[in-house]
């Protein structure tokens, strides 16, 4: 199922399904967004706080809820990531998503929720910036308008030839030149902590998207470990290295590198593989549909999406 696209006029609803903050930390965001030609409305409970939280779980789920069955509402956009997503997928009513699909998009720790609301709804949703995010840089909003906007037919998203590079693996691409599937995934460390509960990730014959932030490269070993001996890695058709930003130490006298952790951990299993593709916690911030039957070609660094992801 499909959300409307993007239109002059259209409602963007924000939600804080995680971490806290406060208007002015996204007051120029939300006017970048009307003098884009569309309306704002923001949910209830958007500035709460609660320590680390952006308020109570069940006022975070309802805000999420009342967005869904808000006709007026056309997208859903969250604020920002942080923490607190997991926390209120029980709470969750994901037969009222399915009965009122639409735009939802975010990343980081919102991974959790578009990847369920795809796997338990069968919605597109979108890894994209939120409301938090510079949609000063070029190619972040042209991405972010172009996959809601015009959408509604098969289109490439190609990775930008000058980018900032976050690891330095020498090669253009890996193993088998394509692979088909859906695209699911997003930030590594939530996609390793939902393992084993009813919300985890579904990788069998999809394309498997992982970034991350801030990550010690043991930890992005622990981390990629995990998935391996759940099984998740092996039972996709190929992955996706977005950008691990930060993930890098000032030496490594006792570590390894975040170049030999993907080797080891990912490209090892010989799957084909794009690196280093702009999406994640960096600029520019590519928009990925999650739930989308897509190509990726390796040799180009290209995503091909095969089926309209809005309507």
């Not at 500035?47 to 779980?57: E, P, Q, R, S, T």
């Not at 309802?62 to 997208?75: A, C, Y």
């Not at 910036?129 to 490439?156: A, H, R, W």
């Not at 099984?231 to 977005?242: E, S």
Request: overall charge neutral.
């Amino acid at each position: 199922m499909l959300g409307n696209r993007l239109v002059k006029n259209s409602t963007i609803g924000l939600v804080s399904p995680a971490g806290p903050l406060k208007y002015e930390d996204i007051q120029e965001s939300v006017e970048f967004l009307k003098k884009l030609g569309f309306n704002v409305k923001g949910g209830k409970h958007i500035y709460d706080k609660w320590g680390y939280l952006a308020g109570k779980d069940e006022d975070r789920a309802q805000d999420l809820m009342d967005m869904f069955l808000d006709t007026t509402v056309d997208m859903i956009l969250c604020v920002r990531g942080g923490y607190g997503t997991m926390r209120i997928l029980p709470l969750i009513d994901f037969n009222i998503i399915k009965n009122n699909p639409k735009i939802f998009a975010g990343f980081s720790d919102i991974t959790t929720l578009i990847n369920n609301i795809y796997q338990k709804c069968g919605i597109i949703t979108f890894h994209s910036p939120m409301c938090n995010s510079n949609f000063q840089d070029k190619i972040t909003l042209e991405s972010f308008l172009n996959v809601l906007t015009y959408g509604y037919k098969p289109f490439t998203i190609k990775n930008p030839e000058e980018k900032s590079c976050n690891y330095f693996i020498n090669s253009n691409y890996f193993n088998e030149p394509s692979a088909n599937g859906i695209l699911v995934g997003g930030n590594l460390s939530l996609l390793s902590s939902t393992i084993g509960t009813p919300y985890e990730i579904d990788t069998r014959n999809k394309i498997l998207f992982i970034e991350d932030i801030s990550e010690d490269p043991y930890k992005i070993d622990r981390m990629m470990t995990q998935l391996i001996l759940s099984g998740k890695i092996k039972a996709c058709n190929g992955i996706i290295l977005g950008q691990f930003h930060n993930c890098t130490l000032p030496n490594y006298n006792r570590s390894l590198t975040l170049d030999e952790v993907l080797e080891d951990r990912i490209l090892s299993f010989n799957k084909p593989t794009i690196v280093n593709f702009q999406c994640g916690h960096s600029y520019p911030r590519l928009t990925l549909p999650i739930g989308a039957n897509v190509k990726m070609d390796c040799v180009n660094q290209t995503i091909h999406v095969l089926e309209p992801v809005v309507k």
